[in-house]
């Protein structure tokens, strides 16, 4: 299956626009059908259905929206986000949040997997999936993506927030590192040691970097360094 993009290069303020173009008898599956804002194509080339109720529960979403070619859409994207294609040839070992998935083509299958308890309980993520078949899934991304190689032994520790894949033989634990000032001021991050590479997304923003550049007072900015929890308390 073939798909044709026609998408910015770059992430404006006010979010994108993607456009798909499907050919004769090709079908994708759209997870957040309230993002198409225009459709080229039959009106029968669109049939929205309910989600089963694992997707209801991973997507926070009740209904996806299924398209065949020939057709074309554009899709809009929210502010500061950027949409990934990612085809999948065979089996991919790499585990995805659900939650990122914008479409898959037909043809993708998906299997769950289930994360810790404890870091279920600090990540607030339960389930991660993978993905096999033969197709393209699309991911929505915030911000540049890096690949990095991980390594059997030498731990690589990547900020929870911006982990966007990893492979399923990855070992990982929820932790920090530096001085203890640095692992009192940092998030959690993910030790992870194994084979293959990881997908880390740059995105996340706490606003520390804003308010720095907006010019806060340096005593302010000490306090909330030195003080426990002060970039909570400190405004």
């Given at each position: ?216 007072g340096l005593f302010k900015r000490v306090l909330r360094e030195v003080i426990p929890f002060g970039g909570i308390f400190i405004k």
């Open positions: 299956m073939q798909l044709e993009w026609q998408q910015s290069t770059k992430m404006p303020a006010s979010g994108q626009a993607v456009t798909i173009v499907l050919g004769e008898a090709e079908k994708l599956h759209m997870l957040h059908p309230g993002q198409v804002i225009a459709y080229t194509g039959p009106s029968g080339g669109r049939s929205d259905r309910f989600m089963d109720v694992k997707g209801m529960y991973r997507k926070r979403n009740l209904i996806r929206a299924d398209f065949t070619g020939t057709c074309r859409f554009i899709a809009s994207l929210p502010p500061g986000f950027n949409l990934m294609p990612i085809p999948i040839s065979g089996g991919s070992d790499l585990l995805y949040d659900f939650r990122h998935l914008f479409y898959y083509t037909d043809g993708i299958k998906m299997q769950t997997r289930l994360l810790q308890f404890k870091n279920m309980l600090i990540t607030r993520d339960a389930i991660k999936v993978k993905f096999s078949g033969e197709g393209e899934i699309g991911i929505l991304t915030k911000g540049a993506v890096v690949e990095m190689k991980l390594h059997p032994t030498e731990p690589l520790y990547v900020d929870a927030r911006s982990l966007l894949a990893y492979p399923e033989n990855a070992q990982l634990k929820l932790s920090v590192y530096g001085n203890h000032l640095a692992s009192q001021h940092m998030h959690y991050q993910w030790q992870m040691i194994g084979s293959g590479s990881v997908l880390i997304q740059s995105g996340h923003d706490s606003g520390e970097l804003e308010k720095h550049l907006q010019g806060d």
